[in-house]
């Protein structure tokens, strides 16, 4: 989750990370799936967005939350530039 916007995921990350430790004491079969990118980025979305919002086929990529002027992306603007923009 390297463009997440710090601000927005620390707060969020803590209520999961509370919530996977929970779970843990229940159940500890489960709770490494819980940790898993995938995971975190959906916890995040469902966070932000709600849960109809968070499957992928709704989302909607928002600057609010992301930092898409990340260093993270500069491979993908250098891919983007030199594969599909054309001048």
Request: proline share 1%.
């Amino acid at each position: 989750m390297q463009i997440k916007k710090e601000e927005k995921y620390n707060p969020s990350q803590g209520c999961y990370q509370a919530y996977i430790e929970c779970t843990k004491n229940i159940h500890s079969q489960w709770s490494n799936e819980l940790e898993e990118d995938k995971s975190l980025v959906f916890n995040y979305f469902r966070i932000y967005y709600g849960m109809k919002n968070s499957k992928e086929e709704n989302r909607k990529y928002e600057a609010t939350y992301w930092d898409f002027e990340s260093e993270a992306l500069n491979a993908l603007r250098e891919f983007v530039q030199n594969n599909i923009i054309k001048d």
